[in-house]
C-alpha cells in the first residue's frame, strides 16, 4: 500500500537560509582573495636545479662548496654558434666581435670565448648569468640578439643550464592557463552528460573551483613563509589533483542528497540527510589522500618533499569545499538544481524494497553486472586477477631509471638543438663539467687522478678570481682556496645528461676517494645520478608506509581487518596493472627513451589513495546496506546504488588528470596516462568486478571480527529465504 507524501516540520529560518547564504559569502571572499593569486604563484616558485635536488645526496653537499667558491648565483649559458662549412679566419674575428656586444647585455659575468671547435665548423661562448628567477627573460634577451647580430648563415644555440632552465620555465608556462581551461571544460561535459542538468555542473564545478582558490592562497601563503618549495611540477599537480578530488567528494554528496530528495519535500532536510551519509566516505577519503601524500615528507627529494605537503593542503581545501560550500549551494536552490530532471518523492512504502538477493528496484547495467556477480562470484574475481596479472608483466618493461634532460622537453628547444649542437663539435660534457671538492693538501694527487679517470678528457684546477664551472682550461699555480678546499672542473667525453657519463662520475667518485676520502663529486651529471638513485630509494621506503597508514584508516572506516586487507591488495595489484601496461605504451606507442625515476613513486601514491577512494565509497555503502539486509544483499545493493556516481567519479578524475598530458613535459605527460588510464581500470573492473565477487564469495566473514562478520547475525539479517538464494557457487550455506 502507497502511502502519502511526508513534508517534514518546518525548519528553522537560521537554517534554512541564513547559514547558507554565510557559508557562499566566505567562500566568495576566499575565492575573491585566492583566484587573483594565482597568477602571483610565479613569485614563489622556482624551477632552479634546486627545487628538484635530493637534499641529502653528494651532489647536493657538492653544490653546497660550489657556491663558496662563487662570488654569485650565477648559472652559465652555453652559446653554441654553427656553420655549415669551416668558419673562414675573417667569420672568425666577425664572430669575436659578438663578446662585446654579449657583455654589453649585462647579464652576469665576464662572457668567456669565442672557443673554436676542432672541426672549425662552430665556436661556443660561455655566458655566465644571474639565476634569481629571471634566467627566462636573460636567456630570451640573449637569443634576441644573436639572432640579430650573429651572421645570417650560421645557426645559434642558448643551451647548457640556463638555457634547459628557461625552455623547461617556457614548458610549464601553460600550467596557470590551458591546463586549467582543459580540466574544467573536460569536467563541465562530463557532468552534463551524467546530470543532463545546466545548473547541478556550474554548482559542482563551483565548488571545485572555489576549492581550488583556497588552496592556492593556502599555498602561496606556505611558500611566501619559506615552509614549502613550490615549483611548476607540484603547482600543475595541485590544480588537477583539487579540480579532480573536489569534483569526486562532489559526486558522492549529490548522490546521496538526491536520494534524500526522493524520501522529504524538505530541501534542508535532504541536505542534513545527505551530509550526514556522505560525510563519513568523504573523510575517510579526503584523510586517505592526505595522508599518503604526507609520506613524501620521508623522501630525500626536494621535489618530493615539496609536492606531499602542497598537494595534501589541495586535498584538505577540497573536502572543506566539499562538505561546507557544496551543501550550501544545495540548501539554496533544492530540486532546482537538476532541473529539467527534477527527482520525485518516492511514497514511503516503496522506498526500501524487500531485499531477498540484493538485486531487488537494479536496471540497466548494473543490474547485470550484480547479477553476474552473484552468480559466478568466484569465476569473475579469480579472471580479474588473472587479467591484472597479465598486465602486471609489462613492468618488467618499465625503463624508470632517468633519461637525459634533453629528452624531459617534448616541445620544440633551442636548448635541446643547442646540446646535440654542443656534442657534434666539442667534447660532449663541454659547458656542464664534473665538479671535484678536494682537500687543498691533497689537489695535485686528485687532480691527476681526475685527468687519469675513464670518462674525463681533461680537468683543471679552479684558479683564485675565475669563474667556477666555465673558466678556461688550464693548471693554475694559485688555486682558489676556500675553507681549506679546493675546485677541480673535469670535462667528459659523454654527454652531460647520458649513462654513460653517470657511469663515468660512479668511477670518478670511487677514485677520487681512494686518495681524498672526504672528496666530492657534484655538477650536473652528478646530480642526476643522485636523484635516480634517491628516488629508487624513497619507493622502497615510502610505499610500505602508505600503504600501512592506508589500510589502518580502512580499517577503522570498515571496523575490519579482512575486507582493509583485501581491498589494499586490490589496489596494489590495480597499480602494477596500470604501470605494465603504461611500460608497454611508453615503449611501443610513443617511443620514450624513458622515465623519470619518480615516476613510479609518483604514480603509486596518486593511484593507490585514489583508488582505495573508490573502495571506500563502494564499501562503506556496502556496510550499511549489510546492517540492514545482510552481507551479500549489501553488497549487490551497495554495487548497483554506487555503481553510476562511482564510474562518473573515474571518469572525471581520469579526464582531469589526462589533460596534463597539455603540458610538454615528459614526466607530467605520463604521469597522466598512468594515472588516467589506471584510475579507469581501477573504476571499471577493479571496484566494479573483482571487488563485489571476492566480497561475495568470501560472505560475512568479509567484516571480520566485528560482529557483522558472525554468519548466525549475518543469516538473521538477510533472513531465511536470502540466506537460501544468495548461495554463490562453491561457497558453503551460511
Known amino acids: 500500500m ?88 675573417a667569420q672568425l674575428g666577425e664572430l669575436a666581435s659578438l663578446k662585446t656586444g654579449l657583455e654589453e647585455l649585462d647579464l652576469g659575468s665576464a662572457v668567456i670565448g ?89 554548482a559542482v564545478l563551483l565548488s571545485s573551483v572555489f576549492a581550488l582558490c583556497a588552496a592556492i592562497l593556502l599555498v602561496f601563503g606556505m611558500a611566501k613563509l619559506g615552509w614549502i618549495q613550490l615549483n611548476g611540477q607540484s603547482q600543475g599537480i595541485l590544480s588537477i589533483l583539487v579540480i579532480g578530488a573536489a569534483t569526486d567528494y562532489a559526486l558522492l554528496y549529490v548522490a546521496r542528497f538526491r536520494e534524500a530528495l526522493t524520501h522529504t519535500t524538505n530541501r534542508t532536510a535532504a541536505v542534513l540527510t545527505a551530509w550526514k551519509a556522505s560525510f ?27 609536492l606531499g605537503p602542497v598537494a595534501a593542503a589541495g586535498i584538505l581545501c577540497s573536502l ?3 562538505l561546507t560550500l557544496l ?62 596479472l597479465v598486465a602486471s608483466a609489462g613492468v618488467l ?13 617534448l616541445s620544440a628547444s633551442n636548448a635541446v638543438d643547442g646540446q646535440d649542437a654542443l656534442a657534434r663539435h666539442f667534447d660532449a660534457g663541454s659547458g656542464s663539467p664534473a665538479v671535484v671538492v678536494a682537500d687543498q693538501s691533497k689537489a695535485d694527487e686528485v687532480l691527476a687522478k681526475v685527468k687519469a679517470a675513464d670518462g674525463v678528457g681533461g680537468a683543471y684546477l679552479l684558479a683564485a678570481g675565475s669563474v667556477p664551472i666555465t673558466g678556461a682550461p688550464g693548471t693554475p699555480s694559485a688555486p682558489d682556496v676556500r675553507e681549506g678546499k679546493v675546485l677541480i672542473n673535469a670535462t667528459l667525453n659523454f654527454a652531460a645528461d647520458s649513462i654513460e657519463a653517470e657511469d663515468a662520475v660512479r668511477v670518478l667518485r670511487e677514485d677520487v676517494q681512494t686518495i681524498d676520502a672526504g672528496a666530492l663529486v657534484g655538477g650536473v651529471t652528478a646530480t642526476a645520478l643522485d636523484t635516480n638513485t634517491t628516488a629508487q630509494r624513497d619507493l622502497v621506503i ?17 571496523r575490519s581487518v579482512v575486507a582493509p586487507v583485501l581491498l589494499v591488495l586490490s589496489v596494489v595489484l590495480s597499480y602494477a596493472a596500470a604501470m605494465g601496461v603504461s611500460a608497454l605504451v611508453f615503449n611501443n606507442v610513443f ?100 571487488v563485489p565477487a571476492l566480497a561475495y564469495d568470501i560472505g560475512p566473514r568479509i567484516w571480520w571480527p566485528s560482529k557483522l562478520g558472525r554468519p548466525e547475525l549475518d543469516a538473521a539479517l538477510a533472513g531465511d529465504s536470502g540466506a537460501l538464494e544468495a548461495e554463490p557457487e562453491g561457497a558453503g550455506r551460511r
Open 320 to 322: 572543506f569545499a566539499a
Open 591 to 690: 617511443g620514450f627513451p624513458g622515465a623519470d625515476a619518480t615516476v613510479p613513486l609518483f604514480g603509486f601514491v596518486f593511484l593507490v589513495a585514489l583508488g582505495v577512494d573508490y573502495n571506500i565509497f563502494l564499501m562503506s555503502r556496502v556496510r550499511e546496506e549489510s546492517l540492514k539486509h545482510g552481507t551479500r544483499p549489501g553488497i549487490l545493493r551497495g554495487l548497483g546504488v554506487t555503481g553510476g556516481v562511482i564510474t562518473s567519479a573515474g571518469v572525471v578524475l581520469a579526464a582531469t588528470f589526462a589533460a596534463l598530458g597539455v603540458i610538454p613535459i615528459m614526466f607530467l605527460v605520463q604521469l597522466a596516462f598512468i594515472v588516467a588510464f589506471g584510475v579507469l581500470l581501477d573504476t571499471v573492473l577493479v571496484r566494479s568486478l573483482l
Open 397 to 409: 618493461q618499465l625503463k624508470a631509471n632517468g633519461v637525459p634532460q634533453t629528452d624531459v622537453i
Open 542 to 558: 615510502i610505499i610500505p608506509i602508505v600503504l600501512v597508514v592506508i589500510l589502518f584508516i580502512l580499517m577503522l572506516l570498515l
Open 114 to 202: 669565442p672557443i673554436r671547435s676542432e672541426d672549425g665548423k662552430a665556436v661556443q661562448f660561455i655566458a655566465p648569468m644571474g639565476s634569481s628567477g629571471e634566467t627566462k627573460e636573460s636567456v630570451q634577451e640573449l637569443r634576441a640578439f644573436l639572432a640579430e647580430a650573429a651572421p645570417e648563415s650560421m645557426q645559434t644555440f642558448v643551451t647548457g643550464p640556463a638555457g634547459l632552465t628557461a625552455d623547461l620555465v617556457s614548458a610549464f608556462a601553460g600550467i596557470d592557463g590551458i591546463l586549467l581551461l582543459v580540466a574544467l571544460g573536460a569536467v563541465f561535459v562530463i557532468l552534463l552528460i551524467v546530470y543532463r542538468s545546466l545548473l547541478l555542473p556550474i
Open 2 to 89: 502507497k502511502s502519502s507524501p511526508q513534508h517534514s516540520a518546518r525548519v528553522p529560518f537560521w537554517l534554512r537560509w541564513l547559514i547558507p547564504v554565510l557559508l557562499v559569502l566566505t567562500w566568495l571572499a576566499i575565492a575573491g582573495v585566492g583566484g587573483p593569486t594565482f597568477g602571483r604563484l610565479d613569485e614563489v616558485s622556482s624551477n632552479d636545479q634546486a627545487s628538484f635536488l635530493p637534499a641529502g645526496a653528494e651532489a647536493t653537499a657538492a653544490q653546497d662548496w660550489q657556491a663558496k667558491f662563487r662570488d654569485s648565483d650565477e648559472i652559465p649559458a652555453v652559446i653554441v654558434i654553427e656553420s655549415g662549412a669551416a668558419i673562414s679566419p
Open 327 to 388: 551543501p550550501a549551494l544545495m540548501a539554496l536552490l533544492g530540486r532546482a538544481a537538476f532541473w529539467p530532471f527534477r527527482p520525485k518523492l518516492v511514497p514511503a512504502g516503496e522506498r526500501e524494497p524487500e531485499l531477498v538477493t540484493g538485486l531487488e528496484g537494479q536496471k540497466g547495467i548494473w543490474r547485470a553486472t550484480g547479477s553476474l556477480v552473484s552468480r559466478r562470484p568466484r569465476t569473475v574475481w579469480v579472471a580479474s586477477v588473472l587479467l591484472l
Open 280 to 306: 563519513e566516505p568523504i573523510l575517510a577519503s579526503g584523510a586517505t589522500v592526505i595522508i599518503a601524500l604526507l609520506c613524501l615528507l620521508f623522501s630525500d627529494l626536494n621535489s618530493n618533499k615539496a
